[in-house]
């Protein structure tokens, strides 16, 4: 069993920027690939990006690449998503998740979730 807290949500303007985090209680973390999900308001539960155990893999949706960064810190069993130049778009509640399966990117791959963090932008 892997527990997920994330942290970091707020309210921001458009062009800003918020850094999430989530901490994992397993020490067994660098075992995850790690991914971050998000869900807008009456929509689907939509992949944001995603790491590799080693973090040496990255993958990211397309309306975030260039803006968004993902990364851990396996010390600190701590996974981060960096987001500059939000836009209003990027509104919703982000999820943070762990999988066994290696390179994972659909929701259904990820065996752990988070409680979510919302994150609001403002235009």
């Known amino acids: 069993q892997v527990h997920l807290v994330e942290s970091g949500g707020g309210l921001v303007q458009a062009g800003g920027s918020l850094r999430l985090s989530c901490t994992a209680s397993?020490?067994?973390?660098?075992?995850?690939?790690m991914g971050w999900f998000r869900q807008a308001p009456g929509k689907e539960r939509e992949f944001v990006a995603a790491i590799s155990g080693s973090g040496s893999w990255t993958d990211y949706t397309g309306s975030v690449k260039g803006r968004f960064t993902i990364s851990r810190d396996n010390a600190k069993n701590s996974l981060y998503l960096q987001m500059n130049s939000l836009k209003p778009e990027d509104t919703a509640v982000y999820y943070c998740?762990?999988?066994?399966?290696?390179?994972?990117?659909?929701?259904?791959?990820?065996?752990?979730w988070g409680q979510g963090t919302q994150v609001t932008v403002s235009s």
């Open positions: 397993r020490r067994t973390f660098t075992t995850y690939t």
């Open positions: 998740a762990a999988a066994l399966l290696v390179k994972a990117t659909l929701s259904s791959e990820y065996n752990y």
